[in-house]
Structure formats: C-alpha cells, structure tokens
C-alpha cells in the first residue's frame, strides 16, 4: 500500500485549452482548476529557499497537509540569491533541492508554481547584484 501522500499515477500536463479559457489536463478537454496555497513563509518570515535545507521533514509534512487538505498546486517563492552565486553561476545545492522540492511535489500528487527573481529579504540580495548595470541585471535574471 501507498503511504497517504504518494501519488499511484503521473501528474498530467497542464495546459491552456484551444480557446484559451482554462487549463486542461494531459492531451484531453478535461478542465483543470487550480486550487493551491502560496507556501511562502513560515511562522517566523523565513522563506521556503531559507529553511528547506536544515527542516527538510517540515517541508515534507506541509505537502502532506496540503494535499490532506484538497490542495492540487503549491506556489513558491525563489530568491534570486539563494540561485545564483554570481550573475552567470547558478548555485548547484540550490538546484538540487529544487530538484527534491519537484519530487516532493510529484509524489504528493502536487504541481508546482514556481515564481522566481525574488528579492524579497535584503540580506539575502548579494553584492554584486545591485553593483550590475541594467543589461547585466536583464542577463542574471535569464540566467536565474
């Protein structure tokens, strides 16, 4: 048996429907509505990309609560900063708990939203960012 929180079956695409009104699942005409949380921040303000490394099990347990609850789509927030260690240089432990984070998410029967360029916690906006011209800026962000 499955534990509670695997999905038996592969989540379909989602796409736009031929007339443009609404999402579809996988290559039918079956509507899909999205029905999601933003997960993103804590109790304390943390963002997702700040803790998920060291409380991975809450991470865990909050999917399953979401999903519990008739979630089928989680948003998250990215930061810029937490991805990238140099304007052309994304940040490979960042990417790989992205990587987990997907995984999470499909064994949980969740899709992800991701919303990404976050600058949200100054601390967490590097240097050298704000030291970038406007076309470097524009480069960093298609690199993110």
């Known amino acids: 048996m499955l534990p509670p929180f695997a999905c038996a079956d592969e989540l379909a695409h989602i796409r736009v429907s031929a007339d443009g009104t609404h999402f579809v699942k996988g290559y039918g005409s079956e509507r899909f509505v999205v029905w999601g949380v933003n997960y993103d921040h804590d109790h304390s303000g943390r963002l997702l990309d700040e803790y998920w490394n060291h409380e991975w099990e809450t991470v865990a347990e909050d999917f399953q609560e979401i999903k519990t609850l008739g979630a ?22 960042a990417l790989k708990q992205l990587a987990k984070l997907i995984q999470l998410a499909e064994d ?14 100054k601390n967490n906006i590097p240097a050298w960012y704000d030291a970038l011209s406007e076309d470097e800026r524009w480069n960093a962000q298609a690199t993110f």
Do not use: E, S
């Open 72 to 93: 089928n789509c989680v948003r998250i927030h990215l930061q810029l900063g937490m991805f990238l260690d140099a304007p052309n240089r994304p940040n490979d432990t």
């Open 108 to 121: 949980t029967g969740l899709y992800l939203d991701l919303t990404g360029l976050a600058c949200y916690h």
